[in-house]
Nanobody, 119 residues
Framework: VQLQAFGGGLVQAGGSLRLSCVVS????????MGWYRQAPGKQRELVAT???????NYAGYVKGRFTISRDNAKNTVYLQMNSLKPEDTAVYYC??????????????WGQGTLVTVSS
């Protein structure tokens, strides 16, 4: 199973970016999907998650600005980020629970994509 995250870049404060994370490989089913971030010198933290049924959860510091969504047919999770702030600068990672068969499932992490927000 491989996760490919992309869509990061440099944006001015107040701008927008859309991250994508594509899951490929041996997939029986895909469960919860999520985005996390890690700023320099800080621990990795939750940004948002979405269940296979579409229930979403957001960290307080992104609620109202970020939107997580998924396309089950494409095994892809998205993160639409609006009204970006300099404090949103971080490497963003996707995490996905994948069942490789009926009995075996694990969490997988993407390689990270850098988001830099300038003031």
């Amino acid at each position: 199973v491989q996760l490919q995250a992309f869509g990061g870049g440099l944006v001015q404060a107040g701008g927008s970016l859309r991250l994508s994370c594509v899951v490929s490989g041996r997939i029986f089913s895909v469960g919860d999907m999520g985005w996390y971030r890690q700023a320099p010198g800080k621990q990795r933290e939750l940004v948002a998650t979405i269940t296979s049924g579409g229930t979403t959860n957001y960290a307080g510091y992104v609620k109202g600005r970020f939107t997580i969504s998924r396309d089950n047919a494409k095994n892809t999770v998205y993160l639409q980020m609006n009204s970006l702030k300099p404090e949103d600068t971080a490497v963003y990672y996707c995490k996905v629970f994948v069942n490789e068969d009926r009995w075996l499932g694990s969490d997988y992490w993407g390689q990270g994509t850098l988001v830099t927000v300038s003031s």
